[in-house]
């Protein structure tokens, strides 16, 4: 039986990576840590996978858990960091594929969105990954309206990094 | 176009990340957390044991000499073994409520409110070891006095007040200063997201 069920999620999460590897990229700086984060949530998530009715769809179920992770229960430590190892080779080879001026607006962007606080990370990711304001809401456990002015005062805040840095 | 829209249109199609195969995430799920929940979790069965200890420690009735002193010894036992068991209970009540798929103002709210079970058992216990060690004090003070003259009373009583503030003043240093470097290192990101859900709902 748990056989199965572990079949059943590591395939819907091999399918689903990308969720967890964004969430990763906001949230953390270097290889190491992305690493370690993507590892607490893959731990986080089969743990709750038992309780995974599929009254949602995996994926929203999935970065609901993630973004928990991130904000309460992921306690970053940089010496205890022992993950397991990955392929990084095609990592490598398709970030070598952007082309300068493009790498380094994004590299800015990204710089600036880390300078968020958890919660505004999280506000920001849900709005990248075209989530309404009713499920940011719901997800964070706010009032629609005030998503929506945080988000705003969110574009305003990253708009001035972004002229601080000189970029875009 | 601001900055937002326009990571927006890098986002979507961004496939650059590393593909991890089943074989790795699997061995991933095996892995042992390192979440603050499981930390938080160790150290209050640290702190809750530390307690109960000194229920069975301390004796609930001692050869009293009036029933006055015999009353208010087992009274104070029995109130205090019935605290820790009930700070046990809030604990493991708030415990079981942590869920990591609920929102994040729920999440946070559990979590901050199953450790601050705990630091209010610690509050407790302090109190009630001081309050506990004031209370042998003044009966040894009341029996010098009552079978011993006037001036070794006085003097009773102040070897009492010499050694118990020092003792008092240094426990509560240590454990205010434990908590100042727990707080720091455990929950004080939790306590500083939870602030922020709170300021934009003000």
Known sequence: ?168 | MDGLDLLKQHWNRNDSFPKLNKMELQQMIHRRSSSIIKWIFVISILELSVGVGLAFLLPIEEKQTSSFEQYTSLLLGIIFRATIFFFIYIFFKHYRKIRNNTNTRTLLETILKTRQAVDHYIKFNIYFVIAYTVWSGLQHIVKVFNHKSIGEGILVTLLVIIVSIPIILITTYLMKHYYRILYRRLIHKLHDNYEELIRMEG
């Open chain 1, 1 to 168: 039986m748990t056989e199965k069920l572990e079949h059943c999620f590591v395939s819907l999460l091999e399918e689903h990576q990308n969720i967890l590897h964004k969430i990763c990229a906001l949230y953390t700086e270097d290889h190491e840590t992305h690493k370690d984060l993507f590892q607490e949530m893959t731990i986080q998530l089969w743990q709750s996978f038992p309780k995974f009715k599929g009254d949602s769809k995996f994926s929203t179920w999935a970065y609901r858990v993630c973004l928990n992770t991130a904000i309460s229960l992921y306690r970053h430590n940089k010496k205890n960091i022992v993950t397991v190892e990955w392929d990084t080779s095609l990592y490598q080879l398709r970030q070598e594929e952007y082309n300068p001026e493009h790498e380094e607006r994004l590299r800015v962007l990204y710089a600036s969105v880390r300078q968020l606080n958890d919660i505004e990370k999280a506000l920001v990711y849900m709005y990248l990954e075209n989530k309404d304001y009713e499920e940011i809401a719901i997800t964070l456990g706010i009032s629609e309206g005030n998503a929506r002015v945080r988000m705003n005062r969110i574009k305003t805040k990253l708009k001035n990094i972004l002229n601080r840095q000189g970029g875009l």
